[in-house]
T-cell receptor, first 110, second 116 residues
Framework: DVKVTQSSRYLVKRTGEKVFLECVQD?????MFWYRQDPGLGLRLIYF???????EKGDIPEGYSVSREKKERFSLILESASTNQTSMYLC?????????FGEGSWLTVV | AQSVAQPEDQVNVAEGNPLTVKCTYS??????LFWYVQYPNRGLQFLLK??????LVKGSYGFEAEFNKSQTSFHLKKPSALVSDSALYFC??????????????FGTGTLLAVQP
């Protein structure tokens, strides 16, 4: 089975803090994604990566950056967290035409 | 523009009755379509996909979906609903975008509530 692991399930951070969300996949997938999920808005793509050190902006990249130094790890970075970034963050990796998701990270910014 | 619409925020059905969760899409070229399910406080789980071939696709947990090209729809169905099917369901279409051609565009989700 494909396993996508998000190390932090629940986080509470203060406004202005730097936040790292880590994601690891164990299937040597080239493509990895970070989505944000908000009620009534569905899933929106923040960034994706199709290879090590390669990244592209998704639909809502503002306020976020990403890092992919190794194939199995894709990190989402909030340089200065704000309250409007309180959300559920979902990491995913893809092989062929199927995307597999992690369990999600609930981030609350206070 | 490529998009997915799920016209119902919530679908209510009695246990044992058939269920349908609706999805329509707009995409250039041949669509690659997907259904995912999300249980409370969990990530998304893959249910099924349509790439090509038979218009009726069978997936996990007894779900199936029917691809209708003329109506640009990909409705999710199950002959007999279970209370445990209660969850949030997302339809998605593959978008050709940048270097990752398997980027998915998601609908806003439909909450399925199955009453005992």
């Amino acid at each position: 089975d494909v396993k996508v692991t998000q190390s932090s399930r629940y986080l509470v951070k203060r406004t202005g803090e730097k936040v790292f969300l880590e994601c690891v996949q164990d299937m040597d997938h080239e493509n990895m994604f970070w989505y944000r999920q908000d009620p009534g808005l569905g899933l929106r793509l923040i960034y994706f990566s199709y290879d090590v050190k390669m990244k592209e902006k998704g639909d809502i990249p503002e306020g976020y950056s990403v890092s992919r130094e190794k194939k199995e790890r894709f990190s989402l970075i909030l340089e200065s967290a704000s309250t409007n970034q309180t959300s559920m963050y979902l990491c995913a990796s893809a092989v062929g035409n199927t995307i597999y998701f992690g369990e999600g990270s609930w981030l609350t910014v206070v | 523009a490529q998009s997915v619409a799920q016209p119902e925020d919530q679908v209510n059905v009695a246990e044992g009755n058939p269920l349908t969760v609706k999805c329509t899409y707009s995409v250039s070229g041949n669509p690659y379509l997907f259904w995912y399910v999300q249980y409370p406080n969990r990530g998304l789980q893959f249910l099924l996909k349509y790439i090509t071939g038979d218009n009726l696709v069978k997936g996990s947990y007894g779900f199936e979906a029917e691809f209708n090209k003329s109506q640009t729809s990909f409705h999710l169905k199950k002959p007999s609903a279970l209370v445990s099917d209660s969850a949030l369901y997302f339809c998605a279409v593959r978008a050709l975008y940048g270097g990752a051609t398997n980027k998915l565009i998601f609908g806003t989700g439909t909450l399925l509530a199955v009453q005992p």
